[in-house]
């Protein structure tokens, strides 16, 4: 990937599009930078308050992309966009196109129920929108069919490039699911960590002590294992979506090709017919012969 510059971020934020694939694009590439997190967020709000009406929605939807997807590389972004991003839904709901709020309420759900922040800095952007009342809550049926799309993502659905879709293939091969080490320190916890009737074993204060050192490594281990698994679940469901999209658009291609080939086909009969009657002419016309051959 291409060095990091105040210069080079810039510029890619002007050339930010209302699409999928510009927002995915953008959003890896800073995470990919994550160690300039600090600056990359200050750089971000001071475009976002410059850039035209139609646009600043397109910087949330970036923000979105980049604090969910950065969460499980470090938590970087998530504590930088804390300090500004009340004031940056401020500014979009107050600047931004016409309707913007419904958008900024499914990002809103999205982070409430994913639980992105603290309860403390969800109710104030609770407030920015609705005001003293609170953004009432659903349930996971409620928001899983339309808002799951929206949560990686948030922006209009565009057919993903190839390279997208190997990036996020290999990716998965280095998954939770994958790490055999990992599931068999898992598996080789004994039993007393788990299984709350043979704590009558514990019989001195040693002994006592020993477990508790086991039971909370195995509570680090299982946390830690459980929130990469999350995260997994999370990249497939997104692969699922990309790769519907992909294939419909392939579909979509085919159809467009099949045709145009046989409106070519016509064509070329056509064009070909033209060729024929004209030789026949050419040979016809006193004085001259045409050499087919030639």
């Known amino acids: 990937?291409?060095?990091?510059?105040?210069?080079?971020?810039?510029?890619?934020?002007?050339?930010?599009?209302?699409s999928q694939q510009s927002v995915q694009t953008l959003s890896l590439w800073l995470i990919h930078h994550r160690k300039h997190s600090k600056t990359i967020v200050n750089v971000w709000f001071n475009e976002l308050k410059k850039a035209q009406v139609s646009r600043k929605l397109t910087f949330l939807y970036l923000a979105n992309d980049v604090i969910q997807n950065s969460k499980k590389k470090g938590p970087e972004f998530t504590q930088d966009f804390a300090p500004i991003i009340v004031d940056a839904f401020k500014h979009v709901h107050r600047d931004g196109e016409e309707g913007c709020k419904k958008q900024l309420g499914r990002v809103l759900s999205i982070w409430q129920e994913r639980a992105v922040y603290e309860n403390n800095l969800l109710d104030q952007l609770s407030q920015v929108l609705y005001g003293e009342k609170k953004a009432k809550k659903r349930s996971y049926e409620e928001i899983r069919p339309d808002d799951e799309d929206f949560a990686s993502q948030s922006s209009p659905a565009e057919p993903p490039?190839?390279?997208?879709?190997?990036?996020?293939?290999?990716?998965?091969?280095?998954?939770?699911?994958?790490?055999?080490?990992?599931?068999?320190?898992?598996?080789?916890?004994?039993?007393?960590?788990h299984d709350t009737s043979l704590l009558h074993r514990i019989t001195d204060k040693e002994s006592g002590e020993r477990l508790s050192r086991l039971v909370e490594e195995a509570c680090m281990l299982l946390a830690d294992y459980s929130g990469r698994l999350a995260a997994e679940i999370d990249d497939r469901r997104q692969l699922t979506r990309t790769l519907t999209v992909f294939l419909q658009s392939q579909k979509d291609g085919l159809a467009q090709n099949e045709q145009k080939l046989?409106?070519?086909?016509?064509?070329?009969?056509?064009?070909?017919?033209?060729?024929?009657?004209?030789?026949?002419?050419?040979?016809?016309?006193?004085?001259?012969?045409?050499?087919?051959?030639?």
């Open 161 to 193: 490039q190839t390279a997208e879709l190997i990036r996020a293939l290999q990716e998965l091969e280095s998954a939770a699911s994958g790490d055999s080490v990992l599931r068999q320190r898992i598996s080789a916890l004994p039993a007393e960590v």
């Open 262 to 294: 046989e409106e070519y086909k016509r064509k070329l009969a056509r064009v070909t017919q033209v060729r024929k009657e004209l030789r026949s002419r050419l040979n016809n016309l006193p004085g001259g012969i045409y050499n087919s051959s030639k």
């Open 1 to 18: 990937m291409s060095a990091f510059s105040e210069a080079a971020l810039e510029k890619k934020l002007s050339e930010l599009s209302n």
